[in-house]
T-cell receptor, first 112, second 110 residues
Framework: SQTIHQWPATLVQPVGSPLSLECTVE??????LYWYRQAAGRGLQLLFY??????ISSEVPQNLSASRPQDRQFILSSKKLLLSDSGFYLC???????????FGPGTRLTVL | EDKVVQSPLSLVVHEGDTVTLNCSYE??????LLWYKQEKKAPTFLFML????IEKKSGRLSSILDKKELFSILNITATQTGDSAVYLC??????????FGPGTRLSVLP
């Protein structure tokens, strides 16, 4: 069966510090991968999606970036965090675009 | 711009009540609509709807889609405290991703 992992579960970082959140999927090959952010009281906002290794599409301009160095690994990064980057970050995978997505446990990021 | 709207944003009921959650959408190209339940952390998948008028059921939950009027409803009968969660509606617009609504926060009181 497929499983999706995210770490860390929670993170508190100062403004201006770097960020690296990792997501890995097990039990499937060549999944579509997604990074979402959920700010308090708002719906999920798609940040990045990837259909294959090294293929990243960005949905919103921001100081975040994503990379997919391996088939089942998706990384969300920032060189300098802003206060507005605080939120709940979810990684998800799907077999292909249009299929239901399965979400990881999420990372709660607080930027102080 | 593609948009998904959910109502109400928040709802408080007592155990045993029946609730109806609404989702309306405006997208340039519609492929499917999905419902998710989000409790403390990650959303879990409930239903995927692609055709109008066909009800999908899972236990006390059911959902139906109206592609002419561009909306879907999620019904929960005989609610239980374990139904307390945020219910998210998302639309696949033939892109590589989904457009999510803001969610409906349901609180079921004992």
């Amino acid at each position: 069966s497929q499983t999706i992992h995210q770490w860390p579960a929670t993170l508190v970082q100062p403004v201006g510090s770097p960020l690296s959140l990792e997501c890995t999927v097990e039990g499937t090959s060549n999944p579509n991968l997604y990074w979402y952010r959920q700010a308090a009281g708002r719906g999920l906002q798609l940040l990045f999606y990837s259909v294959g290794i090294g293929q990243i599409s960005s949905e919103v301009p921001q100081n975040l970036s994503a990379s997919r160095p391996q088939d089942r690994q998706f990384i969300l990064s920032s060189k300098k965090l802003l206060l507005s980057d605080s939120g709940f970050y979810l990684c998800a995978w799907s077999v292909w675009a249009g299929n239901e997505q399965f979400f990881g446990p999420g990372t709660r990021l607080t930027v102080l | 711009e593609d948009k998904v709207v959910q109502s109400p944003l928040s709802l408080v009921v007592h155990e045993g009540d029946t609730v109806t959650l609404n989702c309306s959408y405006e997208v340039t190209n519609f492929r499917s609509l999905l419902w998710y339940k989000q409790e403390k952390k990650a959303p879990t998948f409930l239903f995927m709807l692609t055709s109008s008028g066909i009800e999908k059921k899972s236990g006390r939950l059911s959902s139906i889609l109206d592609k002419k009027e561009l909306f879907s409803i999620l019904n929960i009968t005989a609610t239980q405290t374990g139904d307390s969660a945020v219910y998210l509606c998302a639309v696949d617009n033939y892109g590589q991703n989904f457009v999510f609504g803001p969610g409906t926060r349901l609180s079921v009181l004992p």
